[in-house]
Nanobody
Framework: QVQLMESGGDSVQAGGSLEISCAASGNSFRVYCVGWFRRRPGKEREGLACLCTGGGGTFYADAVKGRFIASHAGDTSEPGALNTFKLQLNNLTSEDTAQYYC????????????????????WGQGTQVTVSA
């Protein structure tokens, strides 16, 4: 089973950018999808984006489309390879302050299902992004 670990969370000023990462390891000879989620203070966990390797494409929530960019580096078909998934966060506002998580699931084509947390397992531990005005 794939293991996930997020990193890159930080405190930034409004209008700034930040790239967070999700290191995925432990799977072999498989393609899969990685979703990005966040939990803002006092709110439910929300889906942001996903990227499906092997040509599965990307999908974004309307709230972040055009501001957040998901990418992937690595070869999921190589045994024991470390793959890194990234989420570039641009033009940040205080509303983006949250704990950000990545999660993985079986391979398929990216679509609106990507925004449902229940579709994903396992999950990383999260990384905190704080945006100050």
């Amino acid at each position: 089973q794939v293991q996930l670990m997020e990193s890159g969370g930080d405190s930034v000023q409004a209008g700034g950018s930040l790239e967070i990462s999700c290191a995925a390891s432990g799977n072999s000879f498989r393609v899969y999808c990685v979703g990005w989620f966040r939990r803002r203070p006092g709110k439910e966990r929300e889906g942001l984006a996903c990227l499906c390797t092997g040509g599965g494409g990307t999908f974004y929530a309307d709230a972040v489309k055009g501001r957040f960019i998901a990418s992937h580096a690595g070869d999921t078909s190589e045994p024991g390879a470390l793959n890194t998934f990234k989420l570039q966060l641009n033009n940040l506002t205080s509303e983006d302050t949250a704990q950000y998580y990545c999660a993985a699931t079986d391979p398929r084509y990216a679509g609106s299902w990507c925004l449902r947390p229940g579709e994903f397992d396992p999950w990383g531990q999260g990384t905190q992004v704080t945006v100050s005005a």
